[in-house]
């Protein structure tokens, strides 16, 4: 249960009056509004007309019951995030917060294209190693990798705002568009040269407008220089967007080369900063220097488990009995469970039960699938395809049996690169394809026959 207080603190950060936080209060209890009403001695149009004020002013959208588990989540997300903070702090008494010395001093946020993620569902183990990562150990460089749909980008946004206060600049940027590395250097310099927006301070003490005539080189000296005197935390979110496709995992896009550059520079040279990099596949730079010791860190990110409930809640889904065989069957991905809901709700009346005596894959689903698999390279794509026709998990001398036009070492390469994907998975038994992949994979080869 949060504590009264805690509520009572965030209640007035938001303009929440004593009569709504009365409200809040006993319905972070579990308390109906019939319930809360009779506590209150109020009747429930008051109840709910109090929940209503709070939903604006945190702001909360959505319908019905849907604002209150928002809310409720909200709120216990807060608190988590305030245990893990305390936690922190108890552990490492001969570290100093930074947002304790950094507290007095004005700081730029810069979110671009950041996702909003006030509704945000479990993940507090990750969230305690990266910030433990970037805040006590001063990792420069950490990589968060996962399956399309795991989750990276909400997880790099909701990280990056938790530890706010221990950097005097953050910039976050995505690399979608896939932008050269000119372009995102140039935004970079662009954020860190604003003028704060503080009462009282006019200059950032920031960088010098970017020069046109230097080069790629010159530009990361630049701004490494600048992060070792101000401590900075950029993050690039969807770096598989400037990688090749059809290739392993791992390789640049022709033109896109110096962005290797620009992180094994990030993470050999010494500097106050953290650069988090979000990504499907594992950048070769990231792989070379990371170690548990080292600077640089990296985290695969795997499914929801069994806070992934709270979508299929949030989507106002029946048949709560079924939901775990759901989410393992998507392996726990909010995106996939999030398409495979709208279809339960619009042809199922919302039942999952009904919905799983039919099949456990849709459309939107394999659609999804397949933009996935459109990445890999040919030799994946064999892999692929021989796994999908064992519904036994396969040891990599079946593997190899089966596959003799490839050498041992092409086909460890492979697997290396399929296992960093998430699209192969390892058991005591050998190597298997999650649920939905070796579903879609067995619907393209039956479509080739």
């Known amino acids: 249960m949060i504590p009264y207080d805690f509520l009572k603190a965030i209640a007035n950060e938001h303009g929440v009056s004593k009569a709504e936080l009365e409200v809040v209060a006993l319905a972070m209890e579990g308390q109906s509004t019939n319930a809360i009403a009779k506590t209150l001695d109020i009747s429930e149009h008051a109840v709910r007309k109090r929940l209503s004020e709070v939903y604006k002013k945190f702001p909360i959208s959505g319908t019905g019951p849907v604002k209150l588990t928002k809310l409720q989540q909200l709120l216990v997300n807060r608190y988590q995030t305030h245990l893990e903070t305390q936690d922190i702090s108890s552990n490492c008494r001969s570290y100093t917060p930074i947002s304790t010395v950094q507290s007095s001093n004005p700081k730029q946020m810069d979110w671009g294209e950041a996702p ?15 910030e433990t990562w970037i805040v006590k150990d001063r990792c420069r460089l950490v990589a968060l990798q996962g399956m399309a749909g795991i989750g990276k980008t909400t997880l790099s946004v909701k990280l990056a705002k938790q530890i706010q206060d221990q950097f005097k600049y953050v910039v976050w940027r995505s690399l ?7 372009d995102i250097l140039a935004a970079l310099f662009q954020s860190l040269s604003r003028p704060l ?4 301070y006019e200059t950032a003490g920031g960088l010098n407008p970017l020069p046109s005539s230097k080069t790629a080189k010159e530009l990361i000296s630049q701004l490494i220089e600048y992060c070792r005197q101000h401590r900075c935390l950029i993050v690039l979110n969807g770096a ?9 995992a ?15 520079r990030w993470g050999e040279e010494p500097h106050e900063s953290c650069l988090l990099i979000t990504s499907q596949e594992k950048l070769s730079e990231i792989s070379l220097q990371e170690g548990e010791t080292s600077p640089v860190r990296s985290l ?20 709560q009995k079924n939901w775990n065989y759901l989410i393992k069957g998507y392996r726990g991905n909010p995106l996939m469970l999030k398409l495979v809901a709208i279809t339960i709700k619009e ?3 919302g039942s999952v039960t009904d919905f799983l005596a039919t099949t ?36 990599l001398t079946q593997l190899q049996d089966e596959l003799l036009e490839i050498s041992p070492q092409e086909l460890l390469r492979a697997l290396a690169s399929l296992r960093q994907r998430s699209l192969v998975e390892k058991s005591e038994g050998g190597f298997t394809l999650p649920p939905a992949v070796m579903e879609v994979t067995n619907q393209l080869i039956a479509e080739r026959e």
């Open 250 to 264: 791992g390789i640049y896009r022709e033109g896109y080369e110096g962005y290797g550059e620009f992180i094994r």
């Open 347 to 349: 042809v199922f009346d």
């Open 176 to 182: 979608r568009q896939a932008p050269r590395l000119e």
């Open 360 to 395: 456990l894959f849709t459309h939107d689903v394999s659609d999804f699938i397949e933009e996935i698999l459109d990445r890999l390279s040919d030799l994946e794509h064999k892999i692929i395809y021989t796994m999908a026709s064992h519904k036994e998990p396969v040891i």
């Open 197 to 200: 927006e503080t009462v009282g």
């Open 116 to 130: 909003d993620v006030s509704v945000f569902y479990g993940r507090t183990e990750e969230l305690r190693q990266l």
């Open 300 to 319: 695969k990110l795997e499914g929801l488990g069994e806070a992934a409930q709270y979508i299929l809640q949030e989507k106002g889904l029946s048949g």
């Open 240 to 248: 598989e967007s400037i990688l090749q496709i059809g290739t392993l």
